[in-house]
Nanobody, 128 residues
Framework: QVQLVESGGGLVQAGGSLSVSCAAS????????MGWFRQAPGKEREFVAAISRSGGSTYYADSVKGRFTISRDSAKNTLYLQMNSLRPEDTAVYYC?????????????????????WGQGTQVTVSS
């Protein structure tokens, strides 16, 4: 079955950087677009970033554009999120997700409904 295992979360000071990873198994990783979501306490899960199955197209939420970078390594079946210039409002549990269906090579999912499976998440805490 599909498994997505996030790692790399932790505590960082505002202005710092952190990288989180997502190891995927049970699927043909290179065939699926992937994404990152986050959920802060008392808030709904929100979209952060997504990447096409080719890796050549990406899309970011306005709140992280210019600070976060999503990437993938299909040889390692791993998705990454590099987070720079972190802010206290970035504090959340970060989840990776796989697209519900196999789509066009450069298609980038953007809506919650585009995704079919999520990992269990990794906590990122940014102190002020």
């Amino acid at each position: 079955q599909v498994q997505l295992v996030e790692s790399g979360g932790g505590l960082v000071q505002a202005g710092g950087s952190l990288s989180v990873s997502c190891a995927a198994s049970g699927l043909t990783f290179r065939s699926y677009a992937m994404g990152w979501f986050r959920q802060a306490p008392g808030k709904e899960r929100e979209f952060v970033a997504a990447i096409s199955r080719s890796g050549g197209s990406t899309y970011y939420a306005d709140s992280v554009k210019g600070r976060f970078t999503i990437s993938r390594d299909s040889a390692k079946n791993t998705l990454y999120l590099q987070m720079n210039s972190l802010r206290p409002e970035d504090t959340a549990v970060y989840y990776c997700a796989v697209a519900r269906n196999i789509e066009a090579y450069n298609w980038v999912p953007r809506a919650l409904g585009d995704f079919g499976f999520w990992g269990q998440g990794t906590q990122v805490t940014v102190s002020s």
